[in-house]
């Protein structure tokens, strides 16, 4: 069993959407949660970091973290078709800068003009 | 927001050769650096933590006698691919975290293509 479980999808939704994005977790000693977004033939940037459980917002994206049940979400709302990307979701049982991410598949997303 | 370089985008090489990616934190010393190796519609998979003036550590699995990293100063770490074949072909990212923000966000290069020819 992975650390880390994602469904790489593809998922493809119309503009103005909202999109869910899920991950599953196998490790209880993590505690900080991040998503990235990766476009093709780049490298990942950060979307949204959160630590141990609640939600966090910043405009349209709400990340949730269920440590209980060792789920975390991703929410899009009002997708554009600029959010059209790969979505990983990255974890870390560590604060310090030593602590190594691991991550999720991947999800591919497609937002349809 | 901390800036992580990464040297070459691409790199065409023959099967047998060497091939050096460069890492570079711009704004922030790392004393670590992280080195991932991605194939396509895959995840970022660890491949070894790059540590300033000691030995990286590696994932299972990675062959460091291949895989050279080498982290000489708070700025830079490299990546030889040594000996390279086709099946080394993949999409290499290097990240680093800055010590100095209170969170654990990890900056991430742009990533180095490797085709193996």
């Known amino acids: 069993q992975k650390e880390v479980e994602q469904d790489p999808g593809p998922l493809s939704v119309p503009e103005g959407a909202i999109v869910s994005l899920n991950c599953t977790y196998s490790?209880?000693?993590?505690?900080?949660f991040m998503w990235y977004r990766q476009y093709s033939r780049k490298g990942p940037e950060l979307l949204m970091y959160?630590?141990?459980?609640g939600n966090k917002e910043d405009g349209r994206f709400t990340a949730q973290v269920d440590k209980s049940s060792k789920y975390i979400s991703l929410f899009i709302r009002d997708s554009q078709p600029s959010d059209s990307a790969t979505y990983l979701c990255?974890?870390?049982?560590?604060?310090?800068?030593?602590?190594?991410?691991?991550f999720g598949q991947g999800t591919t997303l497609q937002v349809k003009p | 927001g901390a800036v992580v370089s990464q040297h070459p985008s691409w790199v065409i090489c023959k099967s047998g050769t060497s091939v050096k990616i460069e890492c570079r934190s711009l704004?922030?010393?790392?004393?670590?650096m992280f080195w991932y190796r991605q194939f396509p519609k895959q995840s970022l998979m660890l491949m070894a933590t790059?540590?300033?003036?000691?030995?990286?550590?590696?994932e299972q699995g990675v062959e460091k006698d291949k895989f050279l990293i080498n982290h000489a100063s708070l700025t830079l770490s490299t990546l030889t691919v040594t000996s390279a074949h086709p099946e080394d072909s993949s999409f290499y990212i290097c990240?680093?975290?800055?010590?100095?923000?209170?969170?654990?966000?990890?900056?991430f290069g742009q990533g180095t293509r490797l085709t193996v020819v």
């Open positions: 959160t630590y141990s459980s």
């Open positions: 490790n209880s000693a993590f505690q900080y």
């Open positions: 990255a974890m870390s049982a560590s604060s310090g800068n030593t602590g190594k991410l691991i």
């Open positions: 790059s540590n300033e003036g000691s030995k990286a550590t590696y």
């Open positions: 704004d922030f010393q790392a004393t670590t």
């Open positions: 990240s680093a975290r800055d010590p100095g923000l209170m969170n654990t966000e990890a900056f």
